[in-house]
Nanobody, 120 residues
Framework: QVQLVESGGGLVQAGGSLRLSCVASGSIFTINIMGWYRQAPGKQRELVAVIPTGGSANYEESVKGRFTISRDNAKNTVYLQMNSLKPEDTAVYYC??????????????WGQGTLVTVSS
């Protein structure tokens, strides 16, 4: 089993910053990709940012220049630094990690979600 624990959500005023963290633990052989998604009320879940192992980060257009995704591979942790937050960034943010438990045993797991609320 692989588990994800997220932290860092909360209430912030527009223009403020928050940093989300997600730690992966359990039976992990390798991690291929780590990312953040979000789901606003009444909307579908959407990609925010992803960072593959050994690759470059990709961002949803509306967060480019404001959000930064990073990883600490030694700690199996992914971060999302969110600056210049806007009310439209309000959503539940989910961590997603894909990798392998063994050579041929893949996993793709989601965190429980952390609520980010941006007030105007």
């Amino acid at each position: 089993q692989v588990q994800l624990v997220e932290s860092g959500g909360g209430l912030v005023q527009a223009g403020g910053s928050l940093r989300l963290s997600c730690v992966a633990s359990g039976s992990i052989f390798t991690i291929n990709i780590m990312g953040w998604y979000r789901q606003a009320p009444g909307k579908q879940r959407e990609l925010v940012a992803v960072i593959p192992t050994g690759g470059s980060a990709n961002y949803e257009e509306s967060v480019k220049g404001r959000f930064t995704i990073s990883r600490d591979n030694a700690k199996n942790t992914v971060y999302l630094q969110m600056n210049s937050l806007k009310p439209e960034d309000t959503a539940v943010y989910y961590c997603n990690v894909g990798g392998r438990r063994s050579v041929m045993n893949y996993f793709d797991v989601w965190g429980q979600g952390t609520l980010v609320t941006v007030s105007s």
